[in-house]
């Protein structure tokens, strides 16, 4: 099981060393605290593992995209086992340590936009949709807070994050040239439709559907009516900080 959760300083750790794991350009603890401290201006999330029943197995894995090729594979996970997923208050644990962080996302909000800056998941927990709840997260947060727009950058060759972003309706509108310092690669700008076209909102209800018959899970809607408007209900690589 998973739980989607707002990300504390005391995840920085943690989320420091998925991201290490995703980005060949990991950004410094210090960016997320920051960040964490500005609460009004962005929103950052992380996907915590909730049950240790995951078995792995060897075998070859797809990468989502972001991340480093490693050897030993992905973890086969139960389908069954990313019910149920929450978001909101943190979960009580009763004691417990808390469960591994598994993935992350965040984005800026500035007047009417939503700016994406990173999603990254585990590779061992990858091609699990993990990333697409992610990104479902930050657009209803988006929604939810009345932006406009959802705009993020992404490698020029990280076709498997585009794919994911063009499912979502993205278009690259323009390029930021050798945007990304590691090896002065260039960046897509992508953005999305207008999250307050009502046909946009239909096809974001229609792709939560088919997402929650994949992954085997509800989503259902808090706040009222996607068709109207209303947030999709909160809960797939980027970053200044894809990598």
């Known amino acids: 099981m998973f739980r989607i959760e707002p990300m504390t300083l005391n995840d920085v ?3 420091g060393r998925v991201e290490r794991l995703c980005f060949s350009n990991p950004w410094p603890s210090s960016a997320y ?15 915590r593992e909730e049950s240790p029943a995951v078995t792995a197995v ?13 050897g030993d594979g ?8 990313l019910l149920p997923l929450a978001f909101g208050r943190r ?3 009763d004691g417990r340590p808390e469960r591994p962080v598994v993935g992350f996302a965040g984005m800026w909000l500035l007047f009417d936009e939503a700016h994406i800056t990173t ?15 992610m990104l479902i997260a930050l657009t209803d947060e988006a929604m939810r807070r009345n932006a406009s727009w959802l705009t993020l950058e992404v490698r020029v ?13 993205f278009k690259v509108q323009g390029t930021r040239r050798r945007y990304y310092s590691d090896n002065n690669e260039d960046a897509h700008i992508m953005w999305s439709p207008s999250l307050r076209d009502h046909g946009y909102l239909r096809n974001l209800r229609r792709m939560r559907g088919e997402l929650a018959d994949e992954v085997g899970m509800a989503l259902p809607p808090v706040g009222g009516d996607a068709d109207a408007g209303a947030s999709l209900a909160p809960v797939a690589d980027t970053q200044p900080a894809v990598g």
């Open 13 to 15: 750790a943690e989320v």
């Open 33 to 47: 605290r920051r960040e964490l401290r500005l609460p009004d201006q962005n929103f950052y999330i992380v996907l």
């Open 58 to 70: 060897n075998g070859a894995g797809g990468d989502s995209g972001g991340g480093r090729d490693r």
């Open 74 to 81: 992905p973890r086969t996970i139960a389908r069954r086992t």
């Open 91 to 93: 979960a009580e644990t």
């Open 119 to 133: 999603i990254g998941v585990d590779p061992d927990f990858r091609g699990r949709h993990l990333g697409e709840l």
């Open 157 to 169: 060759s990280n076709e498997a994050a585009q794919h994911l972003y063009r499912k979502y309706g």
